[in-house]
């Protein structure tokens, strides 16, 4: 028995349709795998969580009693080092946490407005 003409044409055609709608899907219709959801539902969480937090570094900053004098200290670090400035005041770390979190004081500098770069 031989294939009808007809097999060969339509099996590639089904091929190349299926690579088209996999590419127009992926790269241009929002498709995601599911690694890729998860990455960004984590980077979604953790912006928000920071952003959450900014206003306890922000009450922890006004606080303080040696806030003009650590203000002043992070403005003289240099711009790349402001972070770490903030990071040592100890205004990025949670309560109940030993770590500070980087993210944190970025955005903790950026809410006083004192530029990171």
């Not at 709608?21 to 969580?49: D, K, L, N, P």
């Not at 203000?71 to 100890?90: E, F, K, N, S, V």
């Amino acid at each position: 028995m031989t294939p009808p003409e007809w097999l060969k044409p339509g099996i590639y055609g089904a091929i190349l349709g299926g690579i088209t709608v996999a590419v127009i899907g992926f790269g241009w219709a929002g498709w995601s795998t599911a690694g890729g959801a998860s990455r960004m539902a984590q980077t979604a969480a953790s912006e928000q969580t920071v952003a959450a937090l900014v206003p306890v570094c922000l009450a922890m900053s006004a606080a303080d009693p040696e806030r003009v004098t650590k203000i002043a200290t992070i403005r003289q670090a240099t711009t790349p080092g402001r972070r770490d400035a903030l990071i040592a005041t100890g205004w990025a770390t949670m309560p109940g946490r030993e770590a500070p979190d980087r993210a944190l004081a970025t955005a903790c500098l950026a809410a006083l407005e004192l530029p990171t770069a």
